[in-house]
C-alpha cells in the first residue's frame, strides 16, 4: 500500500506534459505498486509501456522498466522471460549491484547454477549498497555452489553472509542446510543449535538437525528434533520423510 500511495502522489505532482520522461517514470511507479500488490500481469504491461518510452534506460538513474519487467516475471516464476530483462538492465546500468544480484536470483530458479554464481559474484564485486542486499547475494551464491556441489564454496560464502549479521537465525539455518548438503554432520548440529538458541521456534533449523542427528544413527535425537518442526509447523512436508 506504501507504493501505491507514493504512485498516487507522484501521478498528482507530475505535471501531465507528455514527455518521455514523465510518461516512463509514471509507469515504472505503476509497475512497482503492482508488484507490491502481486497484480504481475498488470505490472507486466505497465512495465512494457516504461521500455517504449525508454527504452535505454536514460530517465531513471537505477531503475526502469527492463529492470520492473525482469522482477514480475520473477515473481510470476517465467525466469527465462526474467532472465532476459534483468540482463538487458545489467548492460545498460552495468554498476548497479542490485539488478546483477536479482540476475542471479533468476538465474538461480532457472536451473542454471554457474550463471547465478557469476551473477551473484558481479553483485558483490560491486559493492551492495546495503547489508541485507549483501547477505542476498552471499546466499544466493551459496546455494547455487551447493547445486554445482561445490560445498566448500558454499560454506565460505554462507559463513560470509553470516559474518556480516551473527545474530541471523535464518542465515544460520541455511548454514545448517548447506553442511547437510555437504555430509558434514556434526557441523549441521552445532549451526541448527546456534539458530535454535537465537529463535527457538525455527523450525528449518529443527528439521536440519533432526536430519543430521539421523544420518549419524542418533534417531532418538532425530525423532526429538522432527517433532519439534512438526509442533512448531505441522506443514512442514520436510520434517515428515526424515
Avoid at 101 to 126: M, P
Amino acid at each position: 500500500m506504501k507504493r501505491l500511495k507514493v504512485l498516487l502522489l507522484v501521478i498528482t505532482v507530475i505535471p501531465m506534459s507528455g514527455c518521455a520522461g514523465d510518461l516512463a517514470r509514471r509507469h515504472n511507479l505503476a509497475a512497482s505498486s503492482y508488484i507490491e500488490s502481486k497484480q504481475y500481469d498488470e505490472a507486466i504491461k505497465e512495465a512494457k509501456q516504461s521500455i517504449a518510452q525508454d527504452p535505454n534506460c536514460i530517465l531513471d538513474t537505477w531503475y526502469c522498466g527492463w529492470y520492473y519487467l525482469g522482477e514480475a516475471n520473477l515473481s510470476k516464476g517465467n525466469y527465462s522471460e526474467a532472465i532476459s530483462a534483468l540482463k538487458k538492465v545489467t548492460e545498460l546500468k552495468p554498476q548497479n549491484s542490485n539488478m546483477f544480484r536479482w540476475l542471479g536470483t533468476a538465474y538461480f530458479h532457472n536451473g542454471q547454477y554457474q550463471e547465478a554464481v557469476n551473477a551473484s559474484k558481479k553483485a558483490l564485486e560491486l559493492k551492495p549498497s546495503k547489508p541485507d542486499l549483501e547477505i542476498e547475494a552471499l546466499e544466493n551464491l551459496a546455494k547455487s555452489y551447493v547445486a554445482l556441489k561445490q560445498f566448500g564454496s558454499a560454506v565460505s560464502a554462507q559463513k560470509r553472509a553470516i559474518e556480516i549479521n551473527p545474530s541471523d537465525s535464518a542465515r544460520l539455518a541455511t548454514l545448517a542446510y548447506v553442511y547437510l548438503q555437504a555430509g558434514q554432520h556434526d557441523e549441521v548440529i552445532a549451526a541448527a543449535k546456534r539458530a535454535i538458541e537465537l529463535r527457538p521456534d525455527h523450525d528449518s533449523a529443527y528439521i536440519n538437525l533432526g536430519a543430521a542427528y539421523g544420518r549419524k544413527k542418533q534417531y532418538s535425537e532425530a525423532i526429538k528434533a522432527l517433532q519439534k518442526a512438526i509442533e512448531i509447523n505441522p506443514k512442514r512436508s520436510e520434517a515428515y520423510d526424515w
